[in-house]
């Protein structure tokens, strides 16, 4: 039996097209869990634990009013894959996400490293991409009200995954 303190409220409001605080809780929470999974590791392997879940976290938005926010996270999940692609350190491990890293995402996820040469670089471009995205997310309820607060928040917990991308 899950632990109902584990459940994801998200998936029982994937019907919903309005922005409400029991999705909106849910999609904060779950880009609070890809930051928790991925201070643990390397910081060679943290920009790409970040594409990965930010990939998750927007595949599992309710739709509807969260449309935008999804595409803003989708967009900067796979601009950080991409950069994981160009800087990859090809002769470093592959490591496999910890059991229960992400009591959320139960599949195994496999990580790669970016060149420690490159690092630095990386890391900066890393940061403006989800600089941009919590720049987005801001812009993107400016025309309505009833989501602003909603997209204040998920900006907020995009925001703060730049603490793991300074080296």
Not at 87 to 96: G, K, Q, S
Request: net charge positive; glycine share 4%.
């Amino acid at each position: 039996m899950q632990d109902p303190a584990l459940s994801d409220p998200l998936n029982d409001l994937l019907v919903l097209a309005d922005v409400n605080p029991g999705a909106t809780d849910a999609i904060v929470k779950n880009i609070l869990l890809v930051r928790s999974e991925c201070r643990n590791y390397a910081p060679a392997y943290r920009i790409d634990c970040l594409s990965q879940g930010l990939k998750q976290v927007a595949s599992r938005f309710p739709g509807g009013e969260y449309d935008p926010a999804q595409g803003i996270l989708s967009k900067a999940a796979s601009r950080l894959g991409s950069l994981v692609s160009r800087n990859l350190d090809a002769d470093a491990e592959v490591i496999e996400s910890k059991p229960g890293a992400n009591p959320h995402f139960k599949a195994k996820r496999r990580y790669r490293a970016v060149k420690k040469a490159a690092l630095g670089a990386v890391m900066k471009e890393a940061q403006a991409i989800v600089q941009e995205a919590v720049t987005q997310l801001m812009r993107s309820y400016e025309t309505s009200d009833r989501r602003a607060i909603h997209y204040q928040k998920i900006a907020k917990a995009t925001d703060s995954l730049k603490v793991l991308l300074r080296s």
